[in-house]
T-cell receptor, first 111, second 115 residues
């Protein structure tokens, strides 16, 4: 299965944009890129997903490289409530039953 | 909708005891799964189910049993608890159809300590 690589931790100042990177150099053509986040003492929650084109929703934006070997989750204005662990995962039609999470990126937001 | 619910929220066991972690969802989702999360680590898949009567192993299935008799419920059983099973357990569900775009919904977790 294709794997993802993320930095262990990142810091951001409040109200500044945050770019969370994810590398997935072995991604296949049918893999969707999903992002989840886990707030302290809570279960993970869905953030955004995409296949090839950049995607926007009310929570974040997802920028996908042209070769799809990397992607970036963008939080446009970080708030203290965005402090969480962010997971980048790949989903495809052949292994969709198993959703595997890596260690993710722990984001700290500095007031 | 209540979403995904888990009981209990906290549990302390002695080594060798057995117990069942409960998970229920009211969204009529076909797919359900159990994860464990150890301190400072990501989630590891224990078991999953693609529908009532069908279960399969994930990454770390040893020491755990599951069954799926209804669409709504997916209990996780520890037959003989060990300290290595001290962890936070999350249940998740997602719609059927097998689309790679499916969103997973997670429960609030059960914090288990085995002494």
């Amino acid at each position: 299965d294709a794997k993802t690589t993320q930095p262990n931790s990142m810091e951001s100042n409040e109200e500044e944009p945050v770019h969370l990177p994810c590398n997935h150099s072995t991604i296949s053509g049918t893999d969707y890129i999903h992002w989840y986040r886990q707030l302290p003492s809570q279960g993970p929650e869905y953030v955004i997903h995409g296949l090839t084109s950049n995607v926007n929703n009310r929570m974040a934006s997802l920028a996908i490289a042209e070769d799809r070997k990397s992607s970036t989750l963008i939080l446009h204005r970080a708030t203290l409530r965005d402090a969480a662990v962010y997971y980048c995962i790949l989903r495809d039609r052949t292994s969709y039953d198993k959703v595997i999470f890596g260690p993710g990126t722990s984001l700290s937001v500095i007031p | 909708n209540a979403g995904v619910t888990q009981t209990p929220k906290f549990q302390v066991l002695k080594t060798g005891q057995s117990m069942t972690l409960q998970c229920a969802q009211d969204m009529n989702h076909e797919y359900m799964s159990w994860y464990r999360q150890d301190p400072g680590m990501g989630l590891r898949l224990i078991h999953y189910s693609v529908g009532a009567g069908i279960t399969d192993q994930g990454e770390v299935p040893n020491g755990y049993n599951v069954s799926r008799s209804t669409t709504e419920d997916f209990p996780l059983r520890l037959l003989s608890a060990a300290p290595s099973q001290t962890s936070v357990y999350f249940c998740a569900s997602r719609p059927s159809g097998g689309a790679a775009t499916d969103t997973q919904y997670f429960g609030p977790g059960t914090r288990l300590t085995v002494l």
